[in-house]
C-alpha cells in the first residue's frame, strides 16, 4: 500500500461546480497536510496548509483533514475555468524540514 | 508569498554533457532546499534534500555523484546533472523550506526546469 493515494482522474466539471478532491493516507504519524496546484509545464503552488485536524477555509477553497479515518480533502466552490490543473495533497510526520510525501495529483478540468 | 525562482526554465543538451540548475529563493533566506523530479503524468519524486554548508541527503537510488547539489549560500542550491543521457530528460524542480507564517512551516516550489538530453 502507498502511503498517499490519490485518484488521478481525470476530473471533469462545468464552470460552478463544487469540485471535491481527496487523499488518503496510511501513515498514522502524518500532521501537516498541504494541498498544492499544479499548472502544466509549471512548478506546484502551495494553496491550502492545515496541521493536524480540522477545517480550513480561504476563499473558494476549503481544506478538511480527518486523522482518524486518515483522510483529507479539498473542496472548490463556484469552480472557474482557471481552476483547471493538477491538484496535489502532500503531508509530512514533521516539520517541512524533512520531505513532503505526495500523491500522484489529480487532474481537474473546468469547463465553461 | 515567497517566491522561489529556477533558472533555466528549460534546457536541450547532448548526451554526454553537463547541466546546471540554478534554484534561488528571492525574498527569504532557505536553510533547506529540495530538489525533486517530475516524470508526464506522475507525481513529484524527491531526489535530495540539500542544507546550507553541508553536503546534501540523497533519496534511495539517486546517484549523488551523477546529480551533483551545492547549497553553498541560504538564496542559492544548484544541481548539475553530470554526464547527462536520454533518460535523465525531465521535469526538475526544487522548492525551499518556509518558516515565516501564514504558511507556517511547509515548502514553496520554483517553476521548474525542463530538461531534455538528446
Known amino acids: 500500500q502507498k502511503e498517499v493515494e490519490q485518484d488521478p482522474g481525470p476530473l471533469s466539471v462545468p464552470e460552478g461546480a463544487i469540485v471535491s478532491l481527496n487523499c488518503t493516507y496510511s501513515?498514522?504519524?502524518?500532521?501537516?497536510f498541504m494541498w498544492y496546484r499544479q499548472y502544466s509545464r509549471k512548478g506546484p503552488e502551495l494553496l491550502m496548509y492545515t496541521y493536524s485536524s480540522g477545517n480550513k477555509e480561504d476563499g473558494r477553497f476549503t481544506a478538511q483533514v480527518d486523522k482518524s479515518s486518515k483522510y483529507i480533502s479539498l473542496f472548490i466552490r463556484d469552480s472557474q475555468p482557471s481552476d483547471s490543473a493538477t491538484y496535489l495533497c502532500a503531508m509530512s510526520a514533521q516539520q517541512a524540514g524533512t520531505a513532503l510525501i505526495f500523491g500522484k495529483g489529480t487532474t481537474l478540468s473546468v469547463s465553461s | 508569498g515567497a517566491v522561489v525562482s529556477q533558472h533555466p526554465s528549460w534546457v536541450i543538451c547532448k548526451s554526454g554533457t553537463s547541466v546546471k540548475i540554478e534554484c534561488r529563493s528571492l525574498?527569504?533566506?532557505?536553510?533547506?532546499m529540495f530538489w525533486y523530479r517530475q516524470f508526464p503524468k506522475q507525481s513529484l519524486m524527491l531526489m535530495a534534500t540539500s542544507n546550507e554548508g553541508s553536503k546534501a541527503t540523497y533519496e534511495q537510488g539517486v546517484e549523488k555523484d551523477k546529480f551533483l547539489i551545492n547549497h553553498a549560500s541560504l538564496t542559492l542550491s544548484t544541481l548539475t546533472v553530470t554526464s547527462a543521457h536520454p533518460e535523465d530528460s525531465s521535469f526538475y524542480i526544487c522548492?525551499?523550506?518556509?518558516?515565516?507564517?501564514?504558511?507556517?512551516?511547509?515548502?514553496?516550489f520554483g517553476p521548474g526546469t525542463r530538461l531534455t538530453v538528446l
Open positions: 501513515n498514522s504519524a502524518f500532521q501537516y
Open positions: 522548492s525551499a523550506r518556509v518558516l515565516d507564517p501564514p504558511a507556517g512551516d511547509t515548502q514553496y
Open positions: 525574498d527569504f533566506q532557505a536553510t533547506t
